[in-house]
């Protein structure tokens, strides 16, 4: 069964830039597309980007696009988030998650989603 364990969370100014990390284990990361979501204090989790198995497609939620990149590589089993000048509103949660129907490229759909890592906390203040 496929695990997976985000990290590089962490405090940042706004204006900054983050890198978030998804490695995956137990399984070959090219089998699914991958997506990364996030939950902020109150608010229901929503879809931040996604790319597929092969990274050929990526989405994107308007609130990130332009400041947030998704990329992955298949070799080391990892996907990645990189999260430039970052809002206050980007403080949350964020997860990582495979779908294993990724014959579809990829979606911003939580319900898709088949495995879930715990998350790593991302926070933007001054």
């Known amino acids: 069964q496929l695990q997976l364990v985000e990290s590089g969370g962490g405090l940042v100014q706004p204006g900054g830039s983050l890198s978030l990390d998804c490695v995956g284990s137990?399984?070959?990361?090219?089998?699914?597309?991958i997506g990364w979501f996030r939950q902020a204090p109150g608010k229901d989790r929503e879809g931040v980007a996604c790319?597929?198995?092969?990274?050929?497609?990526?989405n994107y939620a308007s609130s990130v696009k332009g400041r947030f990149t998704i990329s992955r590589d298949n070799a080391k089993n990892t996907a990645y988030l990189q999260a430039n000048s970052v809002k206050p509103e980007d403080t949350a949660v964020y997860y990582c998650?495979?779908?294993?129907?990724?014959?579809?490229?990829?979606?911003?759909?939580?319900?898709?989603?088949?495995?879930w890592g715990r998350g790593t906390q991302i926070g933007v203040s001054s």
């Open positions: 998650a495979a779908d294993r129907d990724a014959i579809r490229g990829c979606v911003l759909t939580e319900l898709e989603y088949d495995y």
């Open positions: 137990g399984f070959p990361l090219n089998y699914y597309a």
């Open positions: 790319i597929s198995d092969y990274g050929g497609i990526t």
